[in-house]
Nanobody, 115 residues
Framework: QVQLVESGGGLVQTGGSLRLSCAVSGSIFPINTMGWYRQAPGKQRELVATITRSGSTNYADSVKGRFTISRDNAKNTQYLQMTSLEPEDTAVYYC?????????WGQGTQVTVSS
């Protein structure tokens, strides 16, 4: 029932920007926590950023100052504004939400930063 659809990924040059979106449908409960994870080939999936309903955010050290997570609670949508992108940011980015005690994942969107 619950579906998460990411969009906004693509290919950008080093120093460029992208804005990822994650639209959630089918949730009948308020979304507690929204977040983004990413996984590069051969690497572990890692947390990028999270945001609570109240707007409290948490970022991985590697993206602090460059990425901004936000959410529109009325639209059940979250965003990841990525600036000053680096080749190390290349990965599949996955949307994640926490609803009550359960977590859901999107299918992922590819972000590629060329050098």
């Amino acid at each position: 029932q619950v579906q998460l659809v990411e969009s906004g990924g693509g290919l950008v040059q080093t120093g460029g920007s992208l804005r990822l979106s994650c639209a959630v449908s089918g949730s009948i409960f308020p979304i507690n926590t929204m977040g983004w994870y990413r996984q590069a080939p051969g690497k572990q999936r890692e947390l990028v950023a999270t945001i609570t309903r109240s707007g409290s955010t948490n970022y991985a050290d590697s993206v602090k100052g460059r990425f901004t997570i936000s959410r529109d609670n009325a639209k059940n949508t979250q965003y990841l504004q990525m600036t000053s992108l680096e080749p190390e940011d290349t990965a599949v980015y996955y949307c994640n939400i926490g609803v009550v005690t359960r977590y859901y994942w999107g299918q992922g969107t590819q972000v590629t930063v060329s050098s």
